[in-house]
């Protein structure tokens, strides 16, 4: 075995045990306590970024209904075959998968809501991705944050500080953030 080859199946087995570790946690507190302070409706179209195996997945498809969409981005090959294994498992048409670390493309205004939770910590290029979000929210769309390896201060003051968002509501587990209007 060579060392890619290696380094490609502790990478697999890494997101195996991550994926575990998930599921005991979506069990605990289960994923939809969470999206219900994001605001989402029927007909939304939702950017998961960072969407990882696909924990929101099914609790957001069924928020969004049949008219919505749930576009589901990931920089990790198999994080984006866990969710379209299961989107075709369930038979979910409307979720679609986007293998990325950054850049969506998404038309611009075409997404309702985004959800960056337990990423923000990982983005080396925060300011760049913030743009893209910013670039593919709708006017009034919703950047709704959460991530437990930061404090709530740090996580305000990383989304707003470039002018990009202004924070709107400071849920129990997450902070929605409105997109600001640029020049």
Same mark, same amino acid.
């Given at each position: 075995?060579?060392? +890619?080859?290696?380094?490609?199946?502790?990478?697999?087995?890494?997101?195996?045990?991550?994926?575990?570790?998930?599921?005991?946690?979506? %069990?605990?507190?289960?994923?939809?306590?969470?999206?219900?302070?994001?605001?989402?409706?029927?007909?939304?179209?939702?950017?998961?970024?960072?969407?990882?195996?696909?924990?929101?997945?099914?609790?957001?498809?069924?928020? $969004?209904?049949?008219?919505?969409?749930?576009?589901?981005?990931?920089?990790?090959? %198999?994080?984006? +075959?866990?969710?379209?294994?299961?989107?075709?498992?369930?038979?979910?048409?409307?979720?679609?998968?986007?293998?990325?670390?950054?850049?969506?493309?998404?038309?611009?205004?075409?997404?309702d809501a985004v959800l960056?939770?337990?990423?923000?910590?990982?983005?080396?290029?925060?300011?760049?991705?913030?743009?893209?979000?910013?670039?593919?929210?709708?006017?009034?769309?919703?950047?709704?944050?959460?991530?437990?390896?930061?404090?709530?201060?740090?996580?305000?003051?990383? $989304?707003?500080?470039?002018?990009?968002?202004?924070?709107?509501?400071?849920?129990?587990?997450?902070?929605?953030?409105?997109?600001?209007?640029?020049?």
């Open positions: 075995m060579t060392g +890619k080859e290696r380094r490609r199946q502790n990478s697999k087995l890494d997101f195996k045990l991550m994926s575990l570790i998930y599921k005991l946690r979506d %069990f605990l507190l289960p994923r939809m306590e969470i999206l219900k302070e994001a605001g989402i409706e029927e007909g939304f179209y939702v950017l998961d970024f960072g969407c990882g195996p696909g924990s929101y997945v099914m609790p957001l498809v069924r928020l $969004v209904g049949d008219a919505g969409k749930v576009y589901a981005l990931d920089k990790n090959p %198999f994080a984006i +075959k866990a969710v379209e294994a299961l989107a075709a498992k369930k038979g979910l048409p409307n979720v679609q998968t986007i293998l990325s670390d950054c850049d969506t493309g998404l038309p611009s205004e075409s997404i960056l939770y337990d990423v923000l910590h990982h983005l080396g290029a925060r300011d760049k991705v913030l743009m893209e979000l910013h670039r593919v929210l709708k006017h009034h769309g919703v950047l709704s944050v959460s991530d437990h390896h930061l404090k709530r201060d740090d996580i305000i003051r990383m $989304v707003t500080e470039g002018g990009l968002f202004k924070l709107s509501i400071e849920g129990k587990r997450t902070c929605r953030f409105l997109r600001k209007e640029t020049c």
